[in-house]
């Protein structure tokens, strides 16, 4: 009977694969993983030269210890368990372990996979630091801690409260940190007894709070939004329905839906604004300026090209900023609503347009500042004014743009 | 007396060499009470999606405050407001913004939504969830911010479909009194339920559908007649034309 379980979790992993399979074709065509290979080269190219002349005093360890907490402690499982397997799959809750143990050895090796590669592009650097243990001996103590981490997440994901989740999960980052820091820095041995304390000291203190038997809603909710991030990376290259997300409230933006006009034409106005605001619309939008923004403000600051590389990264991600502003236009397409309000169609275009628009100017203005303030204070005018005025002028031509593109998905 | 839904020999459905309904028609007038009635697959869910016109008649017409759907759209759909049966509400919004736009979306003032829709928080005892997001409501919340909806609109007519899924008995009774209210002063309401029970006490007529035709219409009185059991029940008058065979519940 248990075997069946097993089964069953091999095939939904394998129906999700044949389901993305379309997607990740569309993602491949966007041209998006040639720019990735790029970025890539460029980081890797970089991070030799780096190598070659590491500045004295570099904090190595620390960095180290940095990457490989991150990746240890990072614990993702994919169980592909709905809802629905509340009725279905719960009755069989003593036979789970099975179901569990297929999700939990791909998650390992996947996890490991990638501390490992991580490792080895560390390895180098690991070199310099004149540490007393090689990093290839390394290997199995990193293998180790990470199956140690994934069972203490296991633990985390069982606890009823949500506060002593955090606190556990708080309690295993610093423990693996210094574990970490320990490997990397002391006699192998040493260390290796001083992660084994810290691994017994987690796994006690694990056990205090009070634990489901096994953690549906939990595995359920994570289980979601693992595919809703799916479904927003391929999003960015495809059509792709979306399954409900938890809507963020955002009361620094969402105060501005108050303040439109009590109208009927104005009805799609106050939706549009806030399911920008509180969707994950506005929260990619924000990241993405606050990203932008640095990035702009970094390269614009350093002075490269004269002060244009600044205004380059600023279009660049003015850019993306309009073309994710604008993803708003597929919000409330198949809601029967639509159909049923005494409204116009063309009202609910025209204030996606102005919607988008708006944000698109929200983001604009501190892209082109931040890119084009360090300039200007350099005394570099010109490119500091074509910051704010590029990222400026792509806004109404991407309006446009928009605007052009939904009359055309009308008439189709 | 003018109705205000007049379906005229309704043929419709998902495709046109299997219709789902049959040559419905049938009125609703201003000021009564209509219960939709029948088993599961009757078309009931049909008939209203035609009345909403989400869907195109194969035959027949739909007419609603004296108008198609293609002779003037917004006078038609402003003649009603829906209240389906499963709730379909927009995640990222509060209730207070659903009152707000539905206010808005029927043209609704500001100080006239400001006391609906303080009356209808209250009534519904949803004042405490005003700031909720729909997608943290319970069923049962999701389906009264629905009704409040429709009954913020005040419209001449309500389409409602199997409205008591997940309410509380006060929250029925709420409902039940204002559509009462609704009723008097002018508006009509088509009602589908399986709570025979509720539409014998609320409703003035039934329309009974069985394989997508009109099986029986008319009040609670005529359907006696026609079945021939003086006094019956309408659960089972219900039974006496779905399943004369079994003749389950007597006669």
């Known amino acids: 009977m248990e075997a069946d379980l097993e089964a069953l979790r091999r095939k939904r992993a394998e129906a999700w694969r ?60 994919r169980t592909h368990l709905r809802p629905a397997d509340a009725v279905f799959l719960m009755p069989r809750e003593h036979e789970m372990e099975r179901y569990m143990k297929a999700a939990r050895r791909s998650g390992y090796l996947s996890g490991s996979v990638l ?62 940190l210094a574990a970490v820091c320990a490997l990397l820095t002391k006699p192998l041995i040493a260390a290796l007894g001083f992660a084994a304390a810290a691994a017994a000291l987690q796994a006690a203190v694990c056990r205090l709070p009070a634990r489901h038997r096994f953690p549906w809603q939990r595995l359920f909710d994570e289980e979601a939004r693992t595919r809703r991030r799916y479904e927003r990376f391929f999003r960015s290259f495809t059509d792709l329905p979306s399954e409900a997300e938890a809507p963020a409230r955002r009361p620094y933006a969402a105060w501005i839906a108050g ?48 002060g244009w590389a600044g205004a380059l990264v600023s279009w660049l991600f003015a850019l993306a900023a309009g073309v994710q502003a604008g993803t708003v236009r597929h919000a409330h397409r198949h809601a029967v609503w639509r159909h049923l309000y005494p409204l116009p169609e063309d009202g609910r275009r025209r204030a996606a347009v102005r919607v988008a628009a708006a944000a698109h100017f929200a983001g604009a203005v501190p892209l082109g500042l931040a890119a084009g303030l360090p300039a200007a204070l350099d005394g570099r005018y010109a490119p500091a004014l074509a910051a704010l005025a590029g990222c400026l002028a792509l806004v109404p031509a991407t309006a446009f743009r928009l605007r052009r593109k939904m009359e055309w998905e009308a008439a189709e | 007396m003018e109705p205000l839904v007049e379906v005229k020999e309704l043929s419709g459905g998902y495709s046109p060499r299997r219709p789902v309904l049959h040559g419905l028609t049938f009125t609703v007038a201003p000021g009564e009470i209509v219960g939709l009635i029948g088993l599961n697959g009757a078309g ?56 707000r736009l539905t206010a808005m ?15 209808l928080l209250d009534e519904f005892r949803m004042a405490d969830k005003r ?107 219900f039974f006496r034309f779905i399943a004369p065979e079994r003749n389950a519940y007597g006669s």
């Open chain 2, 44 to 99: 009931k869910s049909t008939t209203i999606r035609h009345l909403l016109g989400l869907m195109e008649p194969f035959e027949g017409t739909v007419r609603i405050g004296g108008v198609t759907l293609e002779e003037d759209a917004e006078r038609y759909r402003r003649s009603f407001a829906y209240v389906p049966e499963t709730p379909l509400l927009f995640d990222e919004l509060t209730v207070q913004e659903h009152l």
């Open chain 1, 259 to 306: 303040y439109i006009r009590h109208s009927r034409v104005n009805t799609y106005l106050m939706l549009y604004t806030l399911t920008l605001v509180r969707t994950d619309i506005g929260g990619m939008l924000i990241r993405l300026t606050a990203v932008g923004a640095l990035a702009g403000a970094v390269t614009g600051a350093s002075g490269a090209l004269a």
């Open chain 1, 18 to 77: 044949k389901a993305v399979t379309p997607y990740v074709r569309d993602m491949a065509r966007s041209g998006f993983p040639s720019v990735a290979v790029l970025v890539a080269l460029a980081a890797l190219s970089g991070y030799t030269a780096f190598l070659e002349n590491v500045p004295p005093g570099f904090p190595i360890a620390a960095v180290g210890a940095a990457l490989m907490t991150l990746l240890l402690v990072r614990s993702p499982l």
């Open chain 2, 131 to 237: 700031s909720a997001f729909a997608a943290h409501l319970s069923k049962g919340m999701k389906q009264k911010v629905m009704i409040m909806n429709a009954l913020l609109a005040a419209p001449p007519l309500y389409i409602i479909d199997e409205p008591f899924l997940g309410l509380d008995p006060l929250a029925m009774r709420s409902l039940l009194e204002r559509l009462n209210e609704e009723k008097r002063s002018g508006s009509a309401i088509l009602m589908s339920s399986h709570i025979l029970s509720t539409l014998e006490a609320y409703c003035d007529r039934y329309l009974l559908l069985h394989d997508g035709r009109l099986l029986a219409s008319g009040t609670l009185e005529t359907l006696r007649e026609m079945a021939g059991m003086p006094g019956a029940s309408l659960e089972r008058l």
């Open chain 1, 115 to 176: 501390t490992l590669a991580v490792w080895l592009l560390y390895a180098p650097l690991y070199g310099q630091s004149g540490a007393p243990t090689g990093a290839a001996a390394l290997v199995p103590a990193l293998l180790v801690l990470k199956a140690a981490n994934d069972a203490g997440a296991w633990q985390e994901r069982r606890m009823a409260r949500e506060t002593a989740r955090r606190l556990c999960r708080l309690l295993r980052t610093a423990l693996t």
């Open chain 2, 105 to 119: 979306a029927y043209d609704i003032d500001e100080s006239t939504y400001v006391e609906r829709a303080e009356r």
